[in-house]
């Protein structure tokens, strides 16, 4: 969990740049600055007050004088005036909107200033209403596009991302770990099946019976609770302070055990599956067992194994519980093994001060040959047509690579490898030369823009420069706030396996991108798959176990992902398809 001073503090300057992006363009390289550092202080695994006391708040990258003094405030008073100031200045409830698709800077101003809307509700029935509409430069597509974001953004805040639920819900399972009464513990529902959104949070656990009454105490006296809901025997509900979510208690016996684990991970049609087919045998299971219908005899249930077992199937992976066919392999024993994170060989994909990233590439090599065991990083800062995120040209590239070969050498191996996130421009075409592309030892190309037309022709031409070795989240949505393009993904794929390019699963929490969905298709129509973080910070790199849950949920075993193989196989399979069309010319 991220520190909770330093949430506060992200919260405020982020607040802050939307402020200044309100403002106008004179303002906007304030804005930039204020966006950095609320995405540096919520990467910060240490509290700020750390930072304080050793009087190192200079150290964080993007922090200034300035910008110390307000944190220093802030931590002494519980405000900063200088953004009471700027509220004032500004319709400030307003601001939230710039988060939302469709809302600019520009296009509220002009809402606030003509129709005198002060508040997310009035815009919401100005926009129903059709005042907006009217407006000029308001069309009826912009308001369309107005009223998609809204909708992304209300189901967003309705469901929470899988990152933050696992985050909020280890939190509370490691306080309960602590009860030596508890024999078992485990976060079940969709959580465990690693759904990429998750509702209500479940939480079970195994005990004695006279143990019940003191975990449930435990649980309903945590720090984090805010509102008991309910309480119960074997039963408690309560709704806690990070974004009033509902965490849900349950206790079994330990003989209970699996059938409870198994009835609560879902999903709801696998169950019903089972519950069918044990019908069939002359068998009734719920949460509390296995029992034979003739004489009620309780007949499975410790154990998750034993139930499949009794059904005639081999234990199924929680990820694969989705009633798409699990059944069919599982009653062969054909269940595959699917990727773990340990076949993890390396990261494909992150950033560094080059371009828009929080740490040099010292840092980053540093941080990951102490804290993972990777045999290699890509390195893959963006191109010059990402000018806000730093991007690069031919020559910051080439002066890159020997930056990276020189740090190679003080880590006596060929851990870091060049790399660059390339444009794809609107004509398909790429804004690094070829040249400088073929220098580099690994390629990803991504769109960067033209969210609101048909890519399929874009990303097929990426997909056919011998050069390209991967696309970056190829589908461009960001979860709550942009959907994903239209594209045709079986062309697309088909393209992809004929040139030997790899498609991206990115771990990003606001991407995941390919989902699990589309990832399996891709497997499906034989696309080698990497998994990579697009880290920004030291800390993102830990969102690479998010890519490995899609993966799994698309059924994939190591020899579906390219990089849990050791550099030589990755470096054959870049070189494969330049020498494809080489030959081909």
């Not at 804005?31 to 304080?52: C, G, H, P, Q």
């Not at 907006?132 to 597509?141: E, K, S, T, V």
């Not at 034979?292 to 929680?318: C, S």
């Not at 047509?385 to 730093?390: L, T």
């Amino acid at each position: 969990m991220i520190p909770e001073l330093n949430s506060e503090l992200s919260v405020i300057f982020g607040s802050m740049a939307a402020i200044y992006d309100y403002l106008g363009s004179n303002e906007r390289f304030r804005a930039l600055a204020y966006k950095k550092v609320s995405r540096v202080l919520k990467s910060l695994n240490e509290d700020i007050t750390v930072f304080i006391n050793n009087n190192t708040l200079d150290e964080i990258p993007g922090v200034g004088e300035g910008i110390a003094d307000k944190i220093r405030e802030y931590v002494s008073t519980g405000k900063i005036s200088k953004y009471e100031e700027l509220k004032e200045k500004v319709p400030f409830e307003l601001m939230e909107m710039l988060n939302i698709s469709g809302f600019g800077p520009e296009s509220l101003r002009q809402i606030h200033k003509e129709l005198n809307i002060n508040t997310k509700e009035e815009l919401i029935k100005a926009i129903n209403n059709g005042s907006i509409a009217r407006l000029r430069n308001f069309g009826i597509r912009k308001v369309e596009n107005m009223m998609r974001g809204l909708k992304l953004h209300k189901k967003a805040e309705e469901r929470m991302s899988l990152w933050l639920a696992l985050q909020l819900s280890e939190s509370i399972a490691g306080e309960l770990k602590k009860l030596k009464e508890i024999t078992q513990i485990e976060v079940a529902g969709s959580i465990r099946r690693k759904k990429e959104s998750i509702g209500d949070i479940d939480i079970l656990v195994s005990c004695k019976p006279e143990n019940r009454r003191k975990i449930i105490k435990a649980f309903i006296s945590l720090k984090i609770c805010k509102n008991v809901l309910l309480k119960g025997d074997t039963k408690a509900s309560i709704i806690v302070k990070h974004d009033d979510r509902q965490i849900d208690l349950r206790i079994v016996e330990e003989n209970e055990w699996g059938a409870a684990l198994l009835y609560f991970t879902g999903s709801k049609e696998h169950n019903i599956f089972l519950r069918s087919l044990a019908k069939e045998k002359g068998y009734k299971i719920n949460e509390y067992g296995v029992f034979n219908v003739k004489d009620n005899k309780r007949i499975a249930g410790k154990t998750e194994t034993e139930i499949y077992k009794l059904l005639g199937f081999q234990w199924i992976p929680p990820e694969m519980r989705e009633d798409k066919g699990e059944y069919k392999l599982a009653e062969k024993n054909k269940i595959p093994k699917l990727v773990e994170i340990d076949n993890l060989k390396g990261d494909m994909q992150m950033h560094s001060r080059w371009s828009d990233g929080l740490n040099s590439i010292e840092e980053l090599a540093s941080f990951v040959m102490k804290n993972y065991p990777y045999e290699y990083i890509v390195l893959t800062d963006h191109s010059k047509a990402e000018r806000v995120a730093g991007g690069m040209d031919e020559n910051k590239f080439r002066e890159q690579n020997k930056k990276i070969k020189a740090i190679n050498l003080k880590l006596e191996k060929e851990f870091i490898k060049t790399g660059a996130e390339v444009d794809i421009l609107a004509d398909g075409s790429l804004d690094l030369s070829n040249d400088l592309l073929s220098e580099l030892d690994w390629v990803c190309a991504s769109i960067h823009s033209g969210f609101n037309k048909d890519n399929t022709e874009r990303l097929i031409s990426a997909c056919r420069n011998p050069y390209v070795c991967c696309i970056g989240h190829p589908t461009g949505r960001l979860i709550g706030k942009r959907e994903e393009y239209k594209a045709d993904w079986k062309r697309i794929f088909k393209v992809a396996a004929e040139t030997g390019t790899a498609m991206e699963i990115n771990s990003q929490p606001d991407r995941m991108d390919l989902n699990d969905e589309l990832s399996e298709l891709a497997r499906q129509q034989g696309v080698m798959l990497t998994i990579s973080t697009d880290s920004h910070s030291l800390s993102d790199l830990a969102f690479i176990s998010l890519g490995v849950w899609i993966a799994r949920r698309a059924w994939c075993t190591a020899a579906d992902i390219l990089n849990t193989a050791g550099w030589e196989t990755v470096r054959k399979f870049a070189l494969k398809k330049r020498d494809l069309f080489t030959n081909s010319n």
